[in-house]
T-cell receptor, first 116, second 114 residues
Framework: AQTVTQSQPEMSVQEAETVTLSCTYD???????LFWYKQPPSRQMILVIR??????QNATENRFSVNFQKAAKSFSLKISDSQLGDTAMYFC?????????????FGEGTQLTVNP | DSGVTQTPKHLITATGQRVTLRCSPR?????VYWYQQSLDQGLQFLIQ???????AKGNILERFSAQQFPDLHSELNLSSLELGDSALYFC?????????????FGPGTRLLVL
């Protein structure tokens, strides 16, 4: 079974600064997908970024980028130029590559607070 | 707004009761997923349906059941409710239910069992 670990329950950052959230995972699969989801106080789950394991290039979405280290099974999220609206719980998630059926396995979450 | 709708937004009920949570996927999506978010267990996958058929099953209790109807909406039925069933229940949807796709989440139904 796959497991996802987020070792930082809480983090804080000053507005406009950069912060990195950590995630490690354990799997015997070779083909899989990794995600970061954001859950603001509204509790809505919002996709932030997605990474395919077969791609060596790290995914980037505007101010959000990942550092994917396949051998180390590490998948960190970097948020640049942090904004107050980035305050949320961030979940790292894993999905293995299968032809039919899919499920997300989530980490415990990191509560990020952006301070003015 | 993800395009996935869930009703009701909030539900308060008593132990031993039965409730039904409803989900309508995004237009064009054939697959729905149910997840439970609780303080004890975090976010857990419960079950997936694709075009009316069960496709994958996770940590879903026997007291819980789900189905997907011909119009593709899905219902999650929770029976013999216990205090520990209090949680936020999310529905998500994707086009074909494969790992090649992103799952888009609804706003959730917050269930409180008293």
């Amino acid at each position: 079974a796959q497991t996802v670990t987020q070792s930082q329950p809480e983090m804080s950052v000053q507005e406009a600064e950069t912060v990195t959230l950590s995630c490690t995972y354990d799997t015997s699969e070779n083909n899989y997908y990794l995600f970061w989801y954001k859950q603001p106080p509204s509790r809505q789950m919002i996709l932030v970024i997605r990474q395919e394991a077969y791609k060596q290039q790290n995914a980037t979405e505007n101010r959000f980028s990942v550092n994917f280290q396949k051998a180390a099974k590490s998948f960190s999220l970097k948020i640049s130029d942090s904004q107050l609206g980035d305050t949320a719980m961030y979940f790292c998630a894993f999905m293995k590559h299968i032809a039919s059926g899919s499920r997300l396995t989530f980490g415990e979450g990191t509560q990020l607070t952006v301070n003015p | 707004d993800s395009g996935v709708t869930q009703t009701p937004k909030h539900l308060i009920t008593a132990t031993g009761q039965r409730v039904t949570l409803r989900c309508s996927p995004r237009s064009g999506d054939l697959s729905v997923y149910w997840y439970q978010q609780s303080l004890d267990q975090g976010l857990q996958f419960l079950i997936q349906y694709y075009n009316g058929e069960e496709r994958a099953k996770g940590n879903i209790l026997e007291r819980f059941s789900a189905q997907q109807f011909p119009d593709l909406h899905s219902e999650l039925n929770l029976s013999s409710l216990e205090l520990g069933d209090s949680a936020l229940y999310f529905c998500a949807s994707s086009v074909a239910g494969t790992s090649l796709e992103t799952q888009y989440f609804g706003p959730g139904t917050r269930l409180l069992v008293l």
